[in-house]
């Protein structure tokens, strides 16, 4: 099995395999507004949405993988798994940082919605306490797929995040590169998630079932985080029609990501022939995060 984690473009340089490790970031949000999109107050609503999801989700990525990491005698697909262990360890905890010193500075408590993700990550989708470990096993693969299945959107999130509109709408720069840093490391390490699935248990049925779990799952979980965002807005509710209203004007202005663009992500996840290395470029984002100001402030 291949762990070179490179994406092939006939026009993109191709880094070669690449060596995943965390980064340590510094950033400032005391100046940042809860609508850090001038004149789209849905479109960052919806963005910063993710800071309440992905501490948890990233915590359960990593203590799967911890869970999974002895198991794996394949040394180089283990050293790809510590280097995506160490960059989503650095995810939640910079995520985390942000639900406090960004959402809450600007009024919006997130304490009730992190404790239905911690009830989520940590008990509906935690280790199986079952006697017998054939049943563990199982348990164990079967959120490895969910979690490949999890991370294909994150690729497709990251590659949209290194290609949207933010700065030509004036963004704020510390949350445009919170993103764009987090997003280019998804989609450095976006094959990693894939081969491990697939040397645990390859099977295009895990692969689909997976999938058909989480997408819906996702959807839920984001229309709900947005909604939570909205209706606590220290600026006003943001009713449901606006929200719909704020979300296409967002997507027609490439700040949001096209429904289109999500459906069609979805079907290439079932194509039999699918790769993760289709999703994105490893140049681009190895690029980003050369000069990301976070990564280059915690540096100096």
């Given at each position: 099995m291949s762990h070179a984690y490179a994406h092939h473009e006939p026009d993109d340089f191709d880094p070669g395999p690449v060596e995943l490790h965390a980064r340590n970031v510094e950033f400032d949000w005391k100046d940042t507004p809860l609508h850090w999109i001038p004149g789209h107050p849905v479109s960052p609503n919806v963005i910063s949405m993710l800071n309440l999801l992905l501490p948890e989700g990233e915590r359960w990525f990593v203590q799967t993988y911890n869970e999974a990491l002895p198991l794996v005698k394949d040394e180089e697909l283990a050293t790809a798994m510590r280097g995506f262990i160490g960059q989503e360890?650095?995810?939640?905890?910079?995520?985390?940082?942000?639900?406090?010193?960004?959402?809450k500075s600007n009024g919006l408590d997130p304490s009730p919605f992190q404790r239905q993700m911690e009830w989520?990550?940590?008990k509906v989708l935690g280790p199986s306490n079952h006697p017998d470990a054939?049943?563990?096993?199982?348990?164990?693969?079967?959120?490895?797929?969910?979690?490949?299945?999890?991370?294909?959107?994150?690729?497709?999130?990251?590659?949209?995040a290194?290609?949207?509109?933010?700065?030509?709408?004036?963004?704020?720069?510390?949350?445009?590169?919170?993103?764009?840093?987090?997003?280019?490391?998804?989609?450095?390490?976006?094959?990693?998630?894939?081969?491990?699935?697939?040397?645990?248990?390859d099977s295009y049925l895990k692969r689909g079932r997976a999938?058909?779990?989480?997408?819906?799952a996702l959807l839920f979980v984001l229309h709900r985080g947005t909604r939570?965002?909205?209706?606590?807005?220290?600026?006003?509710?943001?009713?449901?029609?606006?929200?719909?209203?704020?979300?296409?004007?967002?997507?027609?202005?490439?700040?949001?990501p096209t429904q289109r663009s999500i459906i069609g992500a979805t079907f290439t996840y079932f194509k039999p022939?699918?790769?993760?290395?289709?999703?994105?470029?490893?140049?681009?984002?190895v690029a980003y995060l050369a000069s990301s100001p976070a990564a280059r402030a915690a540096h100096k």
């Amino acid at each position: 099995m291949s762990h070179a984690y490179a994406h092939h473009e006939p026009d993109d340089f191709d880094p070669g395999p690449v060596e995943l490790h965390a980064r340590n970031v510094e950033f400032d949000w005391k100046d940042t507004p809860l609508h850090w999109i001038p004149g789209h107050p849905v479109s960052p609503n919806v963005i910063s949405m993710l800071n309440l999801l992905l501490p948890e989700g990233e915590r359960w990525f990593v203590q799967t993988y911890n869970e999974a990491l002895p198991l794996v005698k394949d040394e180089e697909l283990a050293t790809a798994m510590r280097g995506f262990i160490g960059q989503e360890a650095m995810h939640a905890e910079t995520h985390d940082r942000v639900l406090w010193e960004f959402l809450k500075s600007n009024g919006l408590d997130p304490s009730p919605f992190q404790r239905q993700m911690e009830w989520v990550f940590r008990k509906v989708l935690g280790p199986s306490n079952h006697p017998d470990a054939q049943v563990r096993h199982k348990h164990l693969v079967e959120r490895l797929w969910l979690i490949a299945a999890v991370e294909h959107y994150t690729a497709v999130l990251g590659d949209f995040a290194l290609n949207n509109t933010w700065s030509q709408y004036r963004a704020d720069p510390a949350m445009t590169d919170l993103f764009r840093w987090h997003g280019a490391e998804e989609v450095e390490h976006r094959e990693v998630a894939h081969d491990v699935a697939t040397h645990f248990g390859d099977s295009y049925l895990k692969r689909g079932r997976a999938m058909l779990a989480v997408l819906p799952a996702l959807l839920f979980v984001l229309h709900r985080g947005t909604r939570f965002i909205a209706l606590g807005d220290p600026a006003g509710k943001i009713g449901y029609f606006k929200l719909w209203v704020g979300y296409f004007k967002g997507a027609r202005a490439g700040l949001l990501p096209t429904q289109r663009s999500i459906i069609g992500a979805t079907f290439t996840y079932f194509k039999p022939s699918f790769r993760p290395s289709q999703v994105g470029s490893t140049s681009q984002a190895v690029a980003y995060l050369a000069s990301s100001p976070a990564a280059r402030a915690a540096h100096k």
